[in-house]
């Protein structure tokens, strides 16, 4: 069965310091893995995607995420938080077209 | 690019009438669009999936005949919640497939069934 894990309800982060939040997926074959974001009453906002080729992807705003086969997790990531990157973050895995699997979320706070 | 609109974006209305929500596919064809409803502080869940021309596919626990879902062409998809009552209220949000296989959501449309 396809799961996606988002082991943490919030992240807290000071402003200008680096964020991580964390995506772990299970699937059998190969996955497609997506990022997205979403502000208060809001839709969700595409941020990046995986799909094939390089493990490294970068997205919207500055974020990045890391496909790792082996640990099978695809955590995104940027260098420098903003105030404005406080939202609610999504995690989602599909194989091929297939309906798209969400993690619980994660809630990202950045202080300034 | 790849924007997807949905309207209204609020509704309110009264017990036992029906709503229609129409997501649009504004700069893209999307052969195939999906509607979610999310309960707050909680995730999205898939109610069906949408495709041109034909019959949605509801997942499970899904009522079809409560949620007629109608995909005209390949940029318009509506949901109708009909004899709606209070435990419909939510928030429902589309989203529709580009070519390159992302799926792209519209800003939600909250309804409240008084």
């Known amino acids: 069965a396809q799961s996606v894990a988002q082991p943490e309800d919030q992240v807290n982060v000071a402003e200008g310091n680096p964020l991580t939040v964390k995506c772990t997926y299970s699937?059998?074959?190969?996955?497609?893995l997506f990022w997205y974001v979403q502000y208060p009453n809001r839709g969700l906002q595409f941020l990046l995607k995986y799909i094939t080729g390089d493990n490294l992807v970068k997205g919207s705003y500055g974020f990045e995420a890391e496909f790792n086969k082996s640990q099978t997790s695809f955590h995104l990531k940027k260098p420098s938080a903003l105030v404005s990157d406080s939202a609610l973050y999504f995690c989602?895995?599909?194989?091929?077209?297939?309906?798209?699997?969400f993690g619980a979320g994660t809630r990202l706070a950045v202080h300034p | 690019g790849a924007v997807v609109s949905q309207h209204p974006s609020w509704v309110i209305c009264k017990s036992g009438t029906s709503v229609k929500i129409e997501c649009r596919s504004l700069d893209f064809q999307a052969t195939t669009m999906f509607w979610y409803r999310q309960f707050p502080k909680q995730s999205l869940m898939l109610m069906a999936t949408?495709?041109?021309?034909?019959?949605?596919?509801?997942e499970q626990g899904v009522e079809k005949d409560k949620f007629l879902i109608n995909h005209a062409s390949l940029t318009l998809s509506t949901l109708t919640v009909t004899s709606a009552h209070p435990e419909d209220s939510s928030f429902y949000i589309c989203?529709?497939?580009?070519?390159?296989?992302?799926?792209?959501f519209g800003p939600g449309t909250r309804l409240t069934v008084l």
């Open positions: 989602a895995l599909r194989r091929s077209y297939n309906k798209l699997i």
């Open positions: 699937v059998s074959g190969n996955p497609y």
């Open positions: 949408s495709n041109e021309g034909s019959k949605a596919t509801y």
């Open positions: 989203s529709a497939r580009d070519r390159r296989s992302v799926e792209f």
